[in-house]
T-cell receptor, first 115, second 111 residues
């Protein structure tokens, strides 16, 4: 399966600022996904990022708050903009396929704390 | 859209005993059902998955069963060990290729 490198692994940020999270995959993949996992909760899909097109956002998530880039088939970024304490969560990227194996692989996540 | 329910939310099992976690889904078009294990501070790790054309799949101590008619699938862990302690998530996806997750089960193995 694909190997995902996600950076940073954790950060503490001031409210009102923005943080960009990077996701690097070791193989080319068509679909990349960004999830949010609030403390003690399940995973909620933020958006689907396909190379060469605009990201598709799920209900409750908007591009102005969570802009996403997908410049090529191995890389994506998620920005959490104008942060508030409610944005404190784990943010995870995921890919479908990669490495010649079907399935969805997850990065190790970015633990974000907004103070 | 798809809705996945997962039970129980917490489960404590004596080491060596079996653990069973159950999920139900709503979308009859769903055809892929993975299970993930998430340890503290880590991302979810795929442990086993099953497709809708298969009723059961086994990998050593882990097995998954699927009942498409009833729209439910279950994770079975036999001969549990302390390292099995984690949060387990079921998920489902159909033609839209988006995973919908269950609410998670915190499994604790009692030595």
């Amino acid at each position: 399966s694909a190997v995902i490198s996600q950076k940073p692994s954790r950060d503490i940020c001031q409210r009102g600022t923005s943080l960009t999270i990077q996701c690097q995959v070791d193989s080319q993949v068509t679909m990349m996904f960004w999830y949010r996992q609030q403390p003690g909760q399940s995973l909620t899909l933020i958006a689907t990022a396909n190379q060469g097109s605009e990201a598709t956002y799920e209900s409750g998530f908007v591009i102005d708050k969570f802009p996403i880039s997908r410049p090529n088939l191995t890389f994506s970024t998620l920005t959490v903009s104008n942060m508030s304490p409610e944005d404190s969560s784990i943010y995870l990227c995921s890919v479908e396929g990669g490495g010649g194996v079907y399935g969805y692989t997850f990065g190790s996540g970015t633990r974000l704390t907004v103070v | 859209g798809e809705n996945v329910e997962q039970h129980p939310s917490t489960l404590s099992v004596q080491e060596g005993d079996s653990a069973v976690i159950k999920c139900t889904y709503s979308d009859s078009a769903s055809n892929y059902f993975p299970w993930y294990k998430q340890e503290l501070g880590k991302g979810p790790q795929l442990i086993i998955d099953i497709r809708s054309n298969v009723g059961e799949k086994k990998d050593q101590r882990i097995a998954v069963t699927l009942n498409k008619t009833a729209k439910h699938f279950s994770l079975h862990i036999t001969e549990t060990q302390p390292e099995d302690s984690a949060v387990y998530f079921c998920a489902a996806t159909g033609g839209n290729e988006k995973l919908t997750f269950g609410t998670g089960t915190r499994l604790t193995i009692i030595p």
